[in-house]
């Protein structure tokens, strides 16, 4: 019995030889961690099973983000038929229905994408024709500007000579000592227009290297085609920002009485904005801050969590976006403009004012012809013009037509008006 209590006296002599915990073996010793060059640095990301499914798979996501997509679908729809209800300025209205379709676009597509969340990759698709739109979006933008101030031949006029002030916070540092010329906005044009050759060029690639296996979102691996395409990407896009505030600096006092800031702010907010917002959270889903998927039953590839929290928060979005645009491009401007020139449209009586449905649907026509801006990027990248500036008339059709385009506020399409281009000669180089 002593020697079960004395110190330093081993337990298989305390016990005895025959004892059976004095037969056990001895527990092997710990084995330390492998520290070698395989240990990745950044956390792994939290698995989440079937039985604990993240928000963006409960049909509590699926309703708000519906919620708030077919608000703005309502809101933004009815802008756009006001807009080619009186649809008294062409020009402009063109480019401002084209910006508008952006939120109808950016909502359904991010919507649809979230609904088939748990089909793997789906999102890569769906995002094609968003990537495609928004290049659109940003060359009508830059059009529309240019339509607020006459065109090329009268912006030249009144910026032509005037040396370029130096800021850095616009870019126009390393322009000092120049003078505002062609060069300028043909510099505007083919920046923004590059844009909307990349970005469909871009999701094409997407596309087919998904269908290869070599495009997962977030995976910057150098055999991975998403670590080149975000560098293009990045590229491009800031060319064309770049492009934007250069020509934003030249006529921001000629562009003041149309408040540009708003309609710049949103514009851009809406497609660079929630460019690096999907970047962001790529890469928070690397770092392992957005939980992964482990489930049989569910089908989700790397990064398409981060994909499907970004279609959410683009969903929520597209609302405010919805109610700023149509602040920002409001159609009573054109409506005051229409009744001043056409007197005010019929009336179905006690519905109120009845809607010119063949008049509309020939603007919407009109408005989604791109014919417009393959004439400009001809104009702004052919050598035999670039010592040319570009000035539209339109003409206007029969007076038969005119009498259609009364009961339809004045739509250039309805009227049958001709819309001509003049090219001015100017020597200026840049």
């Known amino acids: 019995m002593l020697k079960l209590w004395r110190r330093g006296v081993p337990l298989s002599e305390r016990l005895g030889e025959d004892s059976v915990l004095a037969a056990a073996p001895a527990p092997p010793p710990p084995t330390a961690s492998p520290t070698g060059p395989n ?58 229905v084209r910006i508008l379709f952006i939120v109808p676009i950016y909502a359904f597509d991010s919507w649809l994408s979230l609904l088939f969340f748990t089909n793997d990759q789906y999102y890569v698709y769906f995002d094609t024709v968003r990537d495609c739109y928004e290049a659109f979006v940003i060359y009508n933008f830059l059009s529309l500007c ?16 005037k040396p370029i002030e130096s800021s850095c916070m616009y870019g126009t540092c390393c322009l000092r000592g120049r003078a505002y010329s062609i ?11 590059q844009f909307c050759v990349v970005k469909p060029l871009m999701a094409a690639v997407t596309v087919v290297l998904q269908a290869c296996g ?60 929630s460019f ?38 683009i969903c929520i979005e597209m609302f405010f976006a919805a109610l700023a645009l149509r602040h920002a491009f409001t159609y009573r401007v054109y409506m005051d403009k229409s009744l ?68 339809g506020g004045g739509g250039g399409g309805a009227r049958g008006d001709t819309e001509k281009t003049l090219l001015l000669s100017s020597d200026d180089e840049f």
């Not at 729809?77 to 009186?86: G, T």
């Not at 790529?282 to 989700?300: D, H, N, R, W, Y």
């Open 39 to 96: 240990m990745s640095w950044l956390p792994e990301a939290p698995l989440l099973s079937q039985d604990q499914p993240i928000f963006l798979m409960t049909p509590a996501a699926q309703a708000v983000s519906g919620f708030f997509v077919w608000t703005a679908l309502i809101l933004t729809c009815h802008q756009i038929y006001m807009h080619l209800r009186f649809y008294s300025a062409p020009r402009e209205q063109r480019h401002i």
């Open 146 to 161: 240019y339509e607020y101030l006459g065109g090329e031949s009268a912006i030249m006029a009144e910026i032509r000579g």
């Open 183 to 193: 060069g300028l906005l043909r510099f505007c044009k083919q920046a923004t227009l």
């Open 214 to 273: 070599k495009y997962k979102d977030g995976d910057f691996n150098v055999a991975s085609g998403y670590l080149y395409v975000t560098i293009v990407y990045n590229v491009s896009v800031s060319l064309s920002l770049y492009a934007l505030f250069l020509f934003y600096f030249s006529t921001r006092e000629l562009l003041s009485p149309y408040s540009p800031m708003l309609k710049f702010l949103m514009v851009k907010s809406v497609i660079f904005l």
């Open 276 to 313: 690096w917002q999907g970047m962001l959270l790529a890469i928070l889903e690397k770092c392992g801050a957005i939980p992964q998927i482990s489930s049989v039953e569910v089908s989700v590839g790397e990064g398409t969590v981060a994909a499907g929290y970004q279609n959410f928060i």
């Open 340 to 407: 001043d020139s056409h007197g005010p449209p019929p009336t179905c009586g006690a519905f109120g004012r009845c809607a010119p449905m063949k008049s509309i649907s020939s603007s919407l026509k009109e408005t989604m012809n791109p014919g417009d801006m393959v004439q400009d990027a001809i104009h702004n990248f052919s050598p035999a013009y670039q010592q040319y500036t570009q000035q539209s008339t339109l003409e206007q059709g029969a007076p038969a037509a005119v009498s259609r385009a009364r009961g």
